[in-house]
Every structure is written in structure tokens, then in C-alpha cells.
């Protein structure tokens, strides 16, 4: 089939090389001239406009788009709904907003237009390791395209078959799954890294204690100066909390144990906030995913204003005086 892929960043430059490798051809756009060169001398199809790149398009067309979620992705799509025809497919894999893919999904409705969200993990590692995908859309756009999701998706590999999934079918032992209308397929990405945001939480905070298991302030026969890169790396064998996190977490502690190039400022995407609004509007508890965004909040901080209001009751009502920094 072919595919012609928005946006050549590290993830849509990867996903259109390995839809290349699996036989597919590949049209590609980009802002950038070097990064359409880069795919161009690799095999695919060059674009210098929008245009060019509709029109390098084979119909039914399918357009892929990889760029930020928000106003690019937006912008993104309006021009190709005006450039696009009735049978033609826009999907967006970035991470956007599963209800803004209900809107979008409307717009290209009215023009005859498929719209499909995809919700796209396995980040730099995905070229050669395959990309989880979670679709939703329209099932008839989904099934025709089934051969690009297959040429992307990890398959089954080495990992060990889930006992009783021979009985099911379908297609989620090959690391993609139709989820579902359109919006489904965000949706489920969304909740997906509001999941991943608690489980990095709990690895970071477990490693801290690690670190701080030498502390002055611990009784001498308490205190541990623990290798913390091996504990990573002993986890990753045969531990029930073993994980890909986990094996990145053990390479960074592997080069650097004292993770002295990061500031620990940590950013969020947006998903983990779409995940505690889902949350609220179904009145379902997320404490531990609630928690894991507020303290991503917290690390743009130097001292945040609630804690200085703690350490002024503090003084008030102890007269608890605020150690110096790093005391």
C-alpha cells in the first residue's frame, strides 16, 4: 500500500521507514527540506508543500499525521480536509484530545472524509521494536488500511502467550487494537499514559529511598549505601516489577547513577491531565495517577507557595525555624 506520513520528527520519520521496510511506499512532509531529503534518499516519495504532497497521494489516499497535539495538529488537519476527497483517510497519531477527534471526525464527515485517531506508543525505540497501536474511527477505514497498522505494530515476537488468548482472536497479540467510534482510539492512549505517569511516580520515589538509605538522620545501624544500578538491574530478572520503564530506568543508572545531566524539572504532555478530567466527568477515584501529575507540578518548582505557607505555620504555631538549604 502506500502512506504518506505529516510530520518526520523521531517518531513519524521512524514509522514511515518501517512501513518502507515492510514493503509499503511511503510519500512524506515535512517544514523541514533536510528531513524530507533524509526519507526522500531513503526511498520515499519528497514533498515541498502540502500540495505536492496531496497530490503524490495515490486514491483513496491516507495521510498520516505526526505532529505536536493542539493547534498544529489542528491547523494540520483543516488543511488537509480542504485539499483531501470523498474516500481519502486523514489519521492522526499524535496525542490529542479524544474529544477533539470527535469534533474532527465530524468535519470530515460532512466533506466524505474518513478520520481516524491512533494512539501511537513506542517512542525512538519504535523502529525496530514496532509501535503499539490503539485506533478508533470507522471500522470499514480501519480494516482497509489493516496491512500499514500491521507493517507498524510490534507483533507477536518473543513475548509468552497470554494463557486462554487462543480462544479470542483478533488482532491485540500483534500490538494493535480497533477500540472503538471515533475518539476511542486517544482515549485509550490517554488513559495509557495517565497509567504510565503513576508507574514512573512509583519508580522514582522507590529509587529515592534508595538513595536516602544512608542518611545522617537514620540510626547508624540502620542506614545502607545501596547500589542502586544493580538493584535496577537485578529487578529486571525474574522481579513481578519488572517493566520497559524499568529497563530504561536501569540504563540511565547504568551510565550515570547519580543522574547528574538531568535537573528533574518534568514535563507533561497533557494526556495525564486528560486522564484525572475523564476521571472527574465519570466520578471515578484516581488518587495515584492524580498524585503522579501534581508532583511533575511540583517539580517546576524551586519552593512552591504552599510549602512556604507550611513553613509559616510551622514557626507560628512551633516556632520551627526553616533549616538552611540542604541542612
Not at 264 to 275: A, F, K, M
Not at 294 to 320: D, N, P, V
Request: charged fraction near 25%; include cysteine; glycine fraction near 14%.
Amino acid at each position: 500500500m502506500q502512506l504518506g506520513m505529516i510530520g518526520l520528527g523521531r517518531m513519524g520519520a521512524n514509522m514511515i521507514r518501517r512501513v518502507m521496510r515492510a514493503g509499503h511506499r511511503g510519500v512524506v512532509y515535512d517544514r523541514s527540506a533536510e528531513s524530507v531529503a533524509s526519507l526522500a534518499a531513503e526511498g520515499a516519495a519528497g514533498s515541498a508543500s502540502l500540495e505536492e504532497f496531496v497530490g503524490k497521494l495515490e486514491k483513496p489516499r491516507a495521510a498520516w499525521i505526526m505532529v505536536p497535539a493542539g493547534a498544529p495538529t489542528e491547523a494540520t488537519v483543516v488543511e488537509l480536509l480542504r485539499r483531501m476527497e470523498p474516500g481519502d483517510t486523514v489519521i492522526d497519531g499524535g496525542n490529542s484530545y479524544f474529544k477533539d477527534d470527535v469534533r474532527r471526525a465530524g468535519l470530515a464527515r460532512e466533506k466524505g472524509i474518513h478520520y481516524l485517531d491512533v494512539g501511537t506508543s513506542g517512542g525512538v525505540w519504535g523502529l525496530e521494536r514496532g509501535y503499539c497501536l490503539m485506533i478508533g474511527g470507522e471500522k470499514a477505514a480501519v480494516e482497509r488500511l489493516d496491512p500499514i497498522f500491521r507493517a507498524l505494530a510490534p507483533g507477536r515476537g518473543n513475548v509468552a502467550r497470554t494463557p486462554g488468548r487462543e480462544k479470542m482472536g483478533g488482532t491485540a497479540e500483534e500490538g494493535y487494537l480497533y477500540c472503538g467510534p471515533s475518539g476511542a482510539g486517544h482515549f485509550v492512549k490517554m488513559v495509557h499514559n495517565g497509567i504510565e505517569y503513576g508507574l514512573m511516580q512509583a519508580y522514582a520515589e522507590g529509587f529515592d529511598i534508595f538513595r536516602n538509605a544512608d542518611s545522617k538522620e537514620l540510626p547508624e545501624g540502620h542506614r545502607y549505601s545501596l547500589p542502586i544500578a544493580d538493584i535496577a538491574e537485578v529487578w529486571r530478572r525474574g522481579s513481578v516489577v519488572g517493566s520497559w520503564l524499568l529497563d530504561l530506568t536501569a540504563m540511565a543508572l547504568a551510565e550515570n547513577p547519580q543522574l547528574t545531566e538531568y535537573t528533574g524539572r518534568v514535563q507533561d504532555s497533557g494526556e495525564g491531565r486528560w486522564t484525572i478530567f475523564a476521571a472527574i466527568e465519570e466520578a471515578v477515584p484516581a488518587a495515584v495517577l492524580s498524585a503522579a501529575l501534581y508532583t511533575r507540578f511540583r517539580s517546576r518548582q524551586e519552593q512552591s507557595y504552599a510549602e512556604k505557607i507550611l513553613s509559616a505555620m510551622r514557626q507560628k504555631f512551633g516556632g520551627h525555624v526553616e533549616l538552611p538549604t540542604g541542612g
